[in-house]
């Protein structure tokens, strides 16, 4: 064997739209290599599988690196099945890793958790980009609970806050590679992922460096993809295209990106899509609500539709476009981030009245909580940004914050946001301490007594400290649709048991 050759690295996981028998294993390299290839096999013995990864590259706006990423793509995997696999070039040691798939249908259990707004654990280049011990140690806090997966929940690394943004991926990868490449970590488009000169959204970066479900639109192949996992559908949104808020403009990129004037290049993207994502959205959340095999609907997206934290603030375009879907068809659970705290939030069906389109509570226990009666919403903003305790001086106790609109700017000029107070009936919990978290998510698709629950679970430590500790429960339990009478006997969960819940 040759060898020299630059090896593998930031090897790191994604579910393909089945949880239960896609994988997607992607990776970079210092230089474009030869033959990149998976093996795999599982860990249990049997045939060894071998498919070519494909090399998809771009050249850095900012710094003129290129950069080569690969990724292979594994299907006709067996349900709830553990693989083990190499990751091999010529010339190169092989990166090693496992896998589990996810369950089919409603044959088991499992854990996933969620974190946003990570950032780096140390800073990079000249150190304009956030970052913080905590973005290190929220990774180890999350593999000790050997979740199923992850959902990274936008503001990855901050990409484009820094002078040095693809050694800034490399530190994001490097970081979280040690629980990323034994379990999917599934992103959401943050606006610190809009790194203006790479792509026309700015997301080209991001874009290379993931291998995610298809959306059937190639011009924004990644952008927005939805996979299932036993009875759960996971749906993940890019939120720049309905937000009004100016979140991905850098003052830095406008000053140093070679060709920023010349290009055109516009940091606020609103609307870019023109209509397909939501589009797309109304398909896949109509055909969920329809299906037998769905229970429930979970959202991962950035920014957020309900905010107390007084920082960005809730945006009034989330409101407008996604919540009138999320109560049409019955979404369960939004995971967002933007936000760097941790706040949730009750049942939210309809609206209040008024322009502001103040999501309405429905219950008021903060222990248990019917999804059949409106969406729950999580902030899950506290993964490692250094800005973690917002501020609390502009507005009242028990108020909210929304963004209605942006004053008038350019491509050169931040627009400003316009932000006007609302009371916070919806609000449920907020941290107000200056604490680091994550969540975990436990599913029990069929229960004793015919229903169905997720056991979500805060996790929050100090700053500087990585002692991740229990900080917030609560249980999202549902009834199950035409649950025959006296089926129950246990609560173990049984393939096909149980048909689709009310919603
Ligand atoms: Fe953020
Ligand atoms: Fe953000």
Not at 8 to 17: C, I, M, R, S
Not at 39 to 64: C, H, I, K, M, W
Not at 239 to 255: E, P
Not at 268 to 281: P, T, V
Request: charge should be negative; include cysteine.
């Amino acid at each position: 064997m040759l060898t020299g050759g630059p090896s593998p690295e930031q090897v790191h996981l994604q579910f393909g739209a089945d949880a239960a028998s896609q994988i997607a294993v992607s990776w970079a390299a210092q230089a474009a290599v030869a033959r990149p290839r998976l093996r795999f096999s599982q860990v249990s013995g049997g045939p060894v599988g071998e498919v070519n990864a494909a090399e998809r590259g771009y050249t850095d706006a900012l710094t003129g690196e290129t950069v080569y990423t690969y990724h292979a793509k594994i299907d006709s995997l067996e349900p709830d099945t553990c693989y083990g696999y190499e990751v091999l070039h010529d010339g190169a040691p092989p990166a090693c890793g496992t896998f589990r798939t996810g369950p089919r249908g409603r044959s088991g259990r499992f854990r996933f958790t969620s974190v946003g707004d990570q950032s780096i654990p140390a800073p990079v280049g000249l150190g304009l980009g956030p970052n913080s011990p905590n973005a290190g140690f929220v990774v180890d806090a999350i593999d000790a609970l050997d979740p199923l997966f992850n959902l990274a929940n936008g503001d990855l690394c901050y990409g484009n806050s820094t002078d040095q943004p693809v050694a800034t991926w490399r530190s994001y990868f490097a970081n979280i590679t040690r629980s990323a490449s034994f379990r999917p970590w599934m992103p959401a488009l943050g606006n610190h992922e809009n790194e203006t000169g790479n792509g026309p959204h700015g997301f080209l970066s991001y874009l290379t460096r993931f291998e995610l479900p298809g959306n059937g639109a190639p011009e924004f192949a990644g952008n927005w993809y939805a996979f299932t996992v036993g009875s759960v559908l996971i749906v993940s949104l890019s939120n720049d295209d309905v937000c009004l808020q100016d979140a991905g403009f850098s003052s830095y990129r406008r000053d140093h990106v070679p060709g920023y004037d010349a290009s055109g290049a516009d940091p606020y993207i609103r609307g870019y899509s023109r209509g397909l994502q939501e589009r797309w959205l109304t398909r896949v959340l109509s055909a969920a609500s329809r299906s037998d095999e769905i229970d429930w609907i979970v959202v991962c997206m950035h920014q957020v539709a309900m905010s107390s934290a007084h920082f960005n603030g809730a945006d009034l375009g989330i409101r407008q476009h996604w919540l009138p879907l999320f109560d049409a068809y019955g979404v369960d659970l939004v995971l967002a981030g933007h936000e760097h705290h941790f706040e949730r939030t009750f049942p939210v069906r309809g609206t209040l009245g008024g322009e502001l389109l103040t999501p309405a509570p429905r219950g008021s226990d903060r222990a248990e909580m019917d999804t059949s009666q409106g969406t729950v919403h999580l902030t899950i903003g506290g993964g490692g940004h250094p800005y973690n305790s917002p501020g609390r001086r502009l507005h009242g106790p028990g108020e909210g914050v929304v963004i209605t609109g942006v004053a008038d700017g350019d491509p050169h000029h931040q627009r400003r946001a316009v932000l006007v107070a609302e009371p916070a009936p919806w609000s449920a919990y907020a941290d107000e301490r200056p604490a680091f978290g994550f969540a975990a998510f436990d599913v029990v698709p069929a229960e004793r007594g015919g229903t169905t629950s997720i056991t979500v679970t805060y996790y929050s430590a100090a700053p500087g400290s990585a002692d991740y500790m229990p900080h917030d429960t609560f249980v999202l339990r549902k009834r199950v649709r035409d649950e025959p009478a006296g089926q129950w006997t246990d609560d173990l969960c049984r393939p096909g048991a149980v048909r689709r819940t009310g919603r």
